[in-house]
């Protein structure tokens, strides 16, 4: 079983920069592809961008394009959402989840919030 440990959310200005972090423990994290989701107060949870196991290929929903990058390194266990020019509509608990099947996220975090004041 994995465990996935969201970590780095916090408050900051809009424009902003936060970095958040996904230890994995309990299989190696080369096993999996990897995701961020995230969800606001009354939304459903939404995909913002996953990675596959090798990290050589990435994808991102269009509202974080050019602003997130997601990345991995598998020799430490962990992933990384690096969230730039930071705006108030991305406020949300960021989850980061993995793949052991390509596409079905079977294995979650509790969760990082992050907020970003206008």
């Known amino acids: 079983q994995v465990q996935l440990v969201e970590s780095g959310g916090g408050l900051v200005q809009a424009g902003g920069s936060l970095r958040l972090s996904c230890a994995v423990s309990g299989r190696t994290l080369s096993s999996y592809a990897m995701g961020w989701f995230r969800q606001a107060p009354g939304e459903d949870r939404e995909f913002v961008a996953d990675?596959?196991?090798?990290?050589?290929?990435?994808r991102y929903t269009n509202s974080v394009k050019g602003r997130f990058t997601i990345s991995r390194d598998n020799a430490s266990n962990t992933m990384y959402l690096q969230m730039n020019s930071l705006k108030p509509e991305d406020t949300a608990v960021y989850y980061c989840a993995a793949a052991s099947v390509p596409n079905y996220y079977n294995s979650w975090g509790q969760g990082t919030q992050v907020t970003v004041s206008s």
């Open positions: 990675i596959t196991q090798s990290g050589g290929n990435t």
